[in-house]
């Protein structure tokens, strides 16, 4: 078997950004007698410029380099190979189309770098929704090559992409509806209610363990998941605006002015509203969950009843779930579940996207 | 995009074969502008022979074909091209090695063509479990090149091979368990059992469905269910064959003499035994499941109590289910759920092969 030699670059260094790099260095001997594969990381960047080493990078400056960030120093403290230009400076340091851009930052501002990479015939994989959210067109001008793949936008690891695409879009097996619960932490907190806790205190026990932003009205919102909506839309062919997707988050518009503190103190005015909202439900034998659906052309994501023993209603925790209503299954759904968040299940997510591609149209 | 002119040649026009012709003719338009690939069947076999065109059948010819065989006919009957050699030196008539095989047969005789085939530099399809069920070292000698695809040979469509080659071992994500329900037949009866059915009814009314072969001892043995759990442990890497996998079945081995209808009489005497087995169960919260487990180097297949509210106890009706216990799903599983059975299922499977294998390796 010929060995494969393919140049990484690399945009985030975060929590993500470090399993990602971890992982490909621990799968390396595995890499190679399986697919004959052999990455070499080229390029590292943050959000203030990029460790450089044309010839790859060596391990231990690889792990030097995600300790160090980890620990909160800055690429450009390090002592490696470093510069400060843009993004799309960075591309051309790979000096082979043999190679592969990853995006896991949460950054509008990688599309012309992306753009660029693939006009160099490499590939790119994205854990960031951003640039595929983006005008339509956009996502068209990202996807028309077959050179980017996306696992890890919608439930991280879970192969909700692969299953869309290869499963059902290429089985040539018409798809009328999808539902899903993408949220780990709406999940937490829709399984909550239902156990009768309060929704104030399930919001302040979120944001205490770190299953929401700093901020938690970015998860509440339902704007995450509004995006990852879209992006399964137009997986499916839908030109779709992320304008025209109907978004309930789960606090008036009126909370959304005012501190941190401010929102969380007026949370408990809502205890009420979501205890009645439940028991309405439960008289019904429904329970809450934060649902997306996709379905006729439109997509939607709010707080919904669901059948207490639908596959989203047995939902628990901060698994996340999609269920694929198509011509093959019509009388049950095509059901995935799992894990949705955490930096490993989106590690493996972007991992298993490097190898599908290292393995396609890379030589 | 340059079109790829792909040669079709079928092993098999059963109910499966038929529905993977008419899956592949109502795709073709799809195909072409979505991936660029266009597929022309040279050949479809049956038992006694095949129908050969070099040039690729008119849609006309492929349909009047199909319907004739559903009919009854056999391909010698028809007024179309045949040939009544074996089914190796049909291999030969693609005429390129931009050519996929396609194995819907129940045969344990396409291993020496496969072969053939592969050693022309063509992939195959098979959602025929008896090539990857004799010895280990065939399936090894059908595998390593990367060209074989089976989708269909576990849960029929839903993507149970493709979620364990790509989103977990591609993914460096190690697999502690595999365990799942396999069997529509089996599924349909543990849940009968469960709702207080007589096992004996059970079976009568599965048979008189169709839901069995037509001895039932060929679903209830449990054989079926083991060689999908040999293709699982094996495409893990383990070197199993298929006498090492613990079998338990559904009926004692005495009842494996006389007739079908002595059998079916039989039944009966075994309603107690399960009536009993369920209530001890139900005693326990738990739920009696026909499982596979796949688990530290051994597979084993049985009637297994499991808990009521996990995945496998929720399981209803015919659908499958499997559930991979990983580093990453280490909390709870990954769970992939739907129809597991059905003509169209494994057709879909077949197809999603077909055009991973047309986008990969061929030309």
Chains 1, 2 share one sequence.
């Not at 929590?15 to 971890?22: K, M």
């Not at 067109?137 to 690891?157: I, N």
């Not at 780990?184 to 104030?200: C, H, M, N």
Request: glycine letters at 10%.
């Amino acid at each position: 078997m010929t060995m494969k030699e393919i140049a990484l670059i690399q945009f985030g260094l975060g929590g993500v950004g470090r399993a990602v790099v971890e992982r490909v260095l621990a799968a390396q001997d595995e890499l190679e007698w399986r697919y004959g594969i052999r990455f070499a990381y080229v390029a590292l960047c943050d959000s203030q410029g990029a460790a450089i080493e044309q010839q790859g990078f060596t391990y231990g400056d690889l792990m030097r380099t995600v300790t160090a960030k980890a620990e909160g120093a800055s690429l450009a403290d390090l002592d490696i190979g470093y510069d400060h230009e843009g993004l799309a400076d960075i591309v051309d340091v790979a000096g082979t189309s043999n190679a592969l851009v990853i995006d896991v930052t949460a950054s509008d501002d990688t599309v012309e770098a992306l753009q660029l990479a693939l006009s160099r015939g490499y590939g790119a994989v994205l854990a960031n929704k951003k640039p595929l959210t983006q005008t339509y067109e956009t996502f068209l001008s990202l996807l028309k090559g077959g050179r980017v793949r996306y696992e890890a936008t919608v439930g991280s690891g879970v192969p909700v992409i692969a299953t869309l695409q290869q499963a059902l879009i290429a089985a040539h097996d018409p798809i009328h509806r999808i539902e899903g619960c993408f949220s780990g932490t709406l999940g937490y907190l829709t399984t909550g209610l239902q156990a009768g806790e309060a929704f104030s205190a399930l919001v302040r026990q979120a944001r205490a363990s770190g299953y929401t932003e700093p901020d938690p009205r970015d998860d509440l919102g339902g704007m995450d998941v509004a995006r990852k909506a879209l992006i399964l839309a137009r997986t499916m062919g839908w030109p779709l605006e992320l304008p025209q997707i109907q978004v309930e988050g789960l606090f008036p518009d009126t909370m959304n002015q005012g501190t941190v503190p401010e929102f969380m103190q007026k949370t408990v005015d809502l205890d009420e509203l979501y205890r009645q909202r439940v028991a309405t439900a439960a008289g019904r034998d429904q329970v809450l969950r934060y649902v997306a659906t996709i379905d006729r052309g439109r997509a939607q994501v709010g707080l919904q009843e669901v059948p207490r023993r639908s596959p989203l209603g047995q939902l628990q925790g901060t698994d996340n779930l999609i269920a694929f209503h198509t011509d093959v299954y019509a009388d049950a759904p095509l059901v995935l579940q799992g894990r949705g968040a955490g930096v490993h299940g989106t590690a493996a997510g972007v991992m298993a996207d490097l190898v599908a591609l290292s393995t396609s149209f890379l030589i």
